[in-house]
Nanobody, 123 residues
């Protein structure tokens, strides 16, 4: 029922910033915990950031703390990932994910996934 569409990926240089967006439909947005994950070839999809239904709490993997910020605009049914000070190791396909009435902070817990958007950071 829930559909997630990511956008905002692209090719940038190290140190640049990028903002990813994910628009959700099919469910009341405030009932969805939202998260961002990323995956590179040969590696498992890893957790990046998560935000609770009201935006009251956020969670980040250690490698992006201080550089990435997750936020949500419930009026627009959209979750964002602001990525600053990008590094080549941030290069990956980034996926938006949702969990009904719970936090989405692990691959096994999330209910729905977007199609992914490519982020490439050159040195």
């Amino acid at each position: 029922q829930v559909q997630l569409i990511e956008s905002g990926g692209g090719l940038v240089q190290a140190g640049d910033s990028l903002r990813l967006s994910c628009v959700a439909s099919g469910r009341t947005f405030t009932n969805l915990g939202m998260g961002w994950f990323r995956q590179t070839p040969g590696k498992e999809r890893e957790f990046v950031a998560a935000i609770t239904r009201t935006g009251g709490s956020t969670y980040y993997t250690d490698s992006v703390k201080g550089r990435f910020t997750i936020s949500r605009d419930n009026a627009k049914n959209t979750v964002y990932l602001q990525m600053n000070s990008l590094k080549p190791e941030d290069t990956a396909v980034y996926y938006c994910a949702a969990k009904y009435l719970a936090t989405c902070a692990s691959r096994s817990s999330c209910d729905t996934w977007g199609q992914g958007t490519q982020v490439t950071v050159s040195a």
